[in-house]
């Protein structure tokens, strides 16, 4: 099978930068053994990225909002001190045992927990994109001043073109039009591309 250029070159320079990693590894094939749709998760590349956002920010409590089979949480509860705290929003059972499963594999059980106890220092928003607007309103209440939100897939199925009116990317353009007013954030959007595709994670920061 001939894979598109962009997941090529994805691969190409994520073989010089992100090391094999058995665990992760583990956790995936566990993923899909159970019928979780892991090919929805962020890309490895995508991962790291959150991982090293953390550390940047010397990040201690975390919020995710939906984690499908806990891939990214893992990446992020890897980047925290030893009291860090991933705290993962899940809707779906199945995808909450998974990622119960997935994060003791990972050894994290300690760092990843579902009891939301505010404030973050970070959110990822990566839940259903029609209540993109709604989680990110929450998130700066949760979150603390200075603090970072990281909203997955801004880019997905091309908002900028009007003629597509799919309700997921008609609650991408509902939360762009929101910031455009909102005083509270400074954000903007890296478009991403590779094996997930073109898409983009919007990063605001509050005030
Ligand atoms: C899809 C991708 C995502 O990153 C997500 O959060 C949900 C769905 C998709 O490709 O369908
Ligand atoms: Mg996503």
Redesign the pocket.
């Known amino acids: 099978e001939s894979l598109d250029l962009w997941t090529r070159s994805d691969h190409y320079t994520n073989s010089f930068l992100i090391r094999p990693d058995p665990v992760l590894d583990a956790v995936v094939q566990n993923t899909m053994d159970k019928g979780v749709e892991h ?2 998760a ?1 890309s490895p590349a995508q991962g790291k990225f959150l991982h090293l956002i953390l550390l940047s920010i010397g990040a201690k409590r975390v919020l995710e909002v ?1 984690s499908l089979g806990g891939y990214s949480a893992i990446w992020m509860a890897r980047a925290l001190p030893d009291d860090g705290e991933v705290v993962t929003l899940e809707l779906n059972e199945l995808h909450a045992e998974v990622i119960a499963e997935n994060v003791k594999t990972a050894g994290l059980s300690s760092k990843v927990k579902p009891e939301p106890l505010a404030p973050f220092d970070f959110v990822f928003i ?1 839940a259903d ?1 029609e209540s993109a607007t709604k989680y990110f309103i929450e998130a700066k209440r949760l979150l603390r001043k200075g603090g970072v939100i990281i909203v ?2 801004v880019g ?1 199925g091309w908002p900028v073109d009007p003629s597509n009116t799919e309700s997921g990317i008609e609650g991408a353009r509902e939360l762009l039009r929101y910031i455009k007013d909102d005083t509270e954030v400074e954000a903007t959007v890296i478009h991403t591309v590779g094996a ?1 595709g073109f ?1 983009g994670f919007l990063y605001a920061i509050s005030k």
């Open positions: 090919e929805i962020v939906g990566d994109k997955d897939n997905q997930k898409d």
